[in-house]
C-alpha cells in the first residue's frame, strides 16, 4: 500500500479510536449528577414557588442536572441566577423565560385578620409552613419564614392574602465613585 | 487577677507595634490654644433617638410638654438600645423622623427641644447618692445604663450592655483609650487637660464594676504636659494602681484592637472582643461620663467637641448634646470659606454633613470645616498599578488592592475568602494609594454586600430545610394513612376478625354506659343503651 | 443598592501619585544611564530617544482608539519607564525599527489590549524585548566594545547613519566595531569547551563583571538603593534576586572555579542588576503578596541562571521575568498572608 494512505488510515483508526474511548470514558464516569444536582440547588433561591415548573426547587434542581430542563426557568432567580447556572454549566446565559413568570422583589405574604375564615387551605398550600394556624383558629403568616412564592393566593376563598413588598434592612447608600457591578437586591 | 498564659508582661510594662499605619501631621495645636467652655444657649436642640448603635430609643414625652434637665425624654427600647434625656429645661416642639447626623441617608425619630433658658435641673439629678464603692456591680451597671451612657469615641455602643457582658468574665486590666489617633481631633485631649480627675475617677468606678485593680490610660507619646496633668490627678486622687502609658502616634493606634497589640503585644482574636484577652476597654469620655452619672447624678446630656478646620477660632466646646451644628460653627468665628465642606468626625473617617439643622449627637467628637482644595477627588482616580503600597500600611493585615479588583468585579467569594469584614476602615490605605483610589468607599460598599449576600443565602438555606422538612412530613402522613386504609382493607376481607372488633367496639360502649349510669343515675339515655342491651340479648341468642 | 451624593471618606487626599511613583524610576536610572553613556558611547541615546518616541507615539494611538482620557495616561510617565528599561536591554547600534517593533508590542499588544495601565499581565518591556529575541537574534550579536577597548570611536553621525541604514559607517566592517559581550564571551566558551578561567582572559573582563558593564551595574545599583529608600519599590524582589543568584552560583564557583564564573561575575554582568530593582520589580505583573514577592525573585533568578548556563542565550534575564509573570497569579492565589486576629 502506498505510504500516505497507510498514513492516513492510520490516523483514521488511531481518531476513531480515541473518540469512542473519549465518548465511553463520559458514559461511564459520569459527573457525578447528585452533587451537580447539590451545587445547582445551591444557588437557586428557594422560594420553592414553582413557576418553573417543577414542584419544588430541588426538582428542578435535578431536572437541570439531567439536562430536562432549561437554566432560564426561575423568575424569583432572575438573571443573577440565570447567570450563576450559566457559569457553572458552561453554557451562554439566556433571558429570563417569560411564559415562567416575571422578575418580582421579594414580596412578603400577609393575611388580614379582619377576613380570615380559618380553613387552613393557605396552611396546606404553603411550601414552607410558614403560615401559623389550625382550623377555625386564626392564621398568620411568619414573616420570617415566608419566601414569597405565592402559592398561598390562589387557595384562600376569602382572599384575605395580600403581598407586599419587603423593607430592605437599613443601609448605608454608597458614594457615587464607588464602581461595582449592579448586583441584584 | 492573675494574667492569662498567652500574656507574658502585664500591659503596657513594654510597647509592642502594629503592623502598618501611618505617621500624620495632627494639626491639634490649632484647636487646644483656648481652653475648654461651654457655649451659649442655642435656640433649639435636636436630638435623634438613635445616637447608639442599636434601636431606637422610645419618646416618653409629648409635643408641647415641659421638661427639666437631665429628665429621660426617650427610654431604651428592648434589645440594643440606649436612652435619651433632657440636656436643658424647656419645651418639647416636635417629634419627628429626621436624618440621622452621622449616617445622612438613614433617618429615625427625632425630638425638637426649644430650651427655655432657666436651665433648670430635674430634682432626681445632682443628688448626691452614697458612696460608690458600697455599690454592687449590677447597681453600677444600672445606673450607666439608665444614664444612656454610650462609647462616646465614636463607637456610641451602650456601655451598660457592652459592660455587663463582660461580666462575670476574668477581667485583669482596664484600659482607658485616650489615645486620640485621627489629625485635627483633640476633644479627649482637651477634656483630660481640663478634667483629669473626673475621668480618673470614673475609670476607677468602671473597673471597681468589673473586679479590676489596675487601670492604664493610654496616650500619644508627644503629650507630655497631658502626661503631668494627668500624674497630677493620679496623686491627688491616691489611686496607686493607675499608670499612665505612652504610646507612638502611629495612626490608627487608637483603634482599640491597634491599642491593645501595642500594650500587650496580642491580637484580639477576629472574631472575639478583648475580654477573652482579660481586657476591659473604654474611651476617656465614656470615663468621664460614668463619674457624673455615679456620683454627680447627671445623666449624659453633654459632651466635647473639637470645632476646627477652616473656621476662624478653632476650639474645644463642651456642648449640650443637640446643639445644631450651625450654632457652633457661628461661635467659632464662622467659616473661613462659604464652600467648605463640613465632616462630622475627623478628615479620614468623618462624614460630610448634609444638613446643618441637625444637632450634634452622642459620637459627635469633631467638626471639621475643609477648604475644597484640600479635599480629595476620587472621581480622577486611575487604575490600581499594585505598587503595594496599602498591603504596607494595612493595620488589618489584609490585602487592600486584592480586595478592591473584588469589589470591582463582584467577586464577592474573593473578598470574604480575603477576610474583608476584617477591615477596620482606617483609611491608611486611600492615603498611600498613587493612583487615588476610594478604597474604603468600596469596601465600605462590599461589606454590606457580603452581609446582604449571606443574609439571603442563610434564608435560602432555611427555607430549603423547611420545604424538605414539609416534604418529609406529607410523606410520613401520606404512608401513615396507607398502612391504615391497608389495614383496614385486611380487617374488612376477614370475618373472624370483623366479628371479634365489633363485639370490642360493643363492650366498649357498655362500659361506657356503665360509667353514665353510676355517675349520674337514670337518664333519657337509657332508652340507647337499652336497645343495645336488647340487640345484644338478641344476637347472643 | 442605593446611592448618594455624600461624599466618602476620607476627605483628605493621599499624597503620592503614579507620575511621581514613575518619575522618580526615571531618575533613578539616570545614573545608570550616564555611565552607560560613558563607557559605551553616543548609541544609547539615540536608542532611548528612538524608544521613547515610538513609546509615546503608540501610547497616544492607543489611548485614542480606547477613547480614554489621554491627559491623564498620557503624563503618567508609565510608557517612558518601559522605553527606558527596553532600550536600555538593546545593543547601542540596533537598528531604527528595533525599537518601533519592541514598542509596538510593548504598548500596544502588551499592554493597551489587556486592558491599559495597572492590567498588563506581563513587562511590556520584556514582552518587546522578547519579541525581537527570538525573531531577530542577531541584532544581539552585535555590541559595542567599551570606550577603553574600542578600536575606533564613532562620532553622532556615524552612529546615526548605522542605527538608521543597518550598516556599518563608512569602510569599517561590523567586527571592527562590536564585540562580543562577557556573557557571549562565557557562553561561547563553555560552548567550545574553554575554562571559564581561560575565557577570561580576555579583556573584555573586568575585575568582577565586564569591563565597562560592572560599573553600570553599580551606578543601577546606587539608584535601585536610592528607590528602596524613597519606599518606591520593595526590597523583597531584589534581594531575593540578587541573593538566590549569589547562593546559587557560589557552590559551583566553589566546587569547580575553571568551569563556572564568579558569583559576582553573574551578578555585575548583562541586565542582572538592573533587573533585580527595576524590572522585576515592576509591580503590576508581579506578585501582591509579601511572600510572593520573594518567591517571584527567587523564580526570576533561579530561571535566569539556568538559561546562562543550559540555554541558548548568554542573558536570561527576559525570559525569566516573562515565566514568572506567568505566575505571579498562581502566587498570589498561595500566599495569602495571615490577616490580624486570625490563627493563620
Redesign the interface.
Known sequence: MPATLTLVLLLAALGLGIGLGLSLAASRWRDNSDALTERINAMLPQTQCAQCGYPGCRPYAEAIARDDADINRCPPGGDATIAALAELLGREPKPLDASCGEHKPTLLAVIDEQRCIGCTLCIQACPVDAISGAAKWMHTVIAAECTGCELCLPPCPVDCIDLIEVTPPSQRPIPLHVHIPDLAA | MSLPASMTHPPGAYLHG??GGLKLRHYKQMSTRLGLARPPLPAYLQLSLLQHVGVAAEPVVKVGQQVRKGELLATAAAGLSAAVHAPTSGRIDAIKEQALLR????AAAAITLLPDGHDEWHPDCQRRIGNWREFSAENILQRISAAGIVGLGGAVFPTGSKLSSQWGMPAHTLIINGAECEPYISCDEMLMREHAGEVLLGARIVAHALGIDDIIVAIEDQLGALARALEAARAQLDDAQLRVVKVPAVYPEGGE?QLI?MLTGL??????FPQSLGLACINVGTAWAVKHALIDREPLIERVITVTGAVREPRNWLALLGTPIEHLISHSGGLEQDNA?L?I?G??????V?DRALGIDKGSNCLLA?APD????????????????C??VC?????P??LYHG????DLGLTAE??LP?CI?C?CC???????I?L???F???K??LA?QR??QA??????R??????DRLQQAAEQRAAKAAARQARASDPAQAQAVIAAALARARQRQQERDGSSGSQAGDSQAGDVHSEQDSEAS | MAVTTAAGAPHIPAQNSVQKVMAQVLVALLPGVLAYLYYFGIGMLVQIVLALSFAYLFEWLSLLLRKQPLRMFMGDLSAAVTALLFALSLPPLAPWWCSLIGMLFAIVIAKHLFGGLGHNRFNPAMVGLAVLLISFPRIFTYWTPPQMLADTSLSLGDVLYTIFSSQPPGALSWDAITQATPLDQLSTGAATGLLVTEVRQNPVFGDFGGLGWEWIANWYAIGGLWLLWRRVINWRVPVALLLTTFLLTTPFYLFDPDANPLPLQHIFSGATVLAAFFIATDPVSGSATPRGQLLFGVGVAIIMLSIRRWGAYPDGVAFAILVMNMFAPLLDQYTRPRVFGHPR
Open positions: 502594629f503592623h449616617k445622612p441617608t438613614l484592637r497589640k491580637e484580639v482574636p477576629a472574631d472575639g465642606r465632616v468626625g478628615p479620614i473617617m468623618g462624614e460630610q448634609l475643609l484640600r479635599l480629595r477627588q476620587p472621581e480622577q482616580s486611575m487604575p490600581c498599578i499594585n505598587c503595594g503600597e498591603v504596607r493595620p488589618a493585615m489584609l490585602l488592592q486584592l469589589v470591582r468585579k463582584g480575603l477576610k476584617d476602615e483609611g486611600d492615603l498611600v494609594c498613587p493612583s487615588h476610594p474604603t468607599d468600596h465600605r460598599a462590599g454590606q454586600l446582604q443574609q439571603q434564608r435560602a438555606d432555611k427555607s430549603a423547611r420545604h424538605a422538612a414539609r416534604e
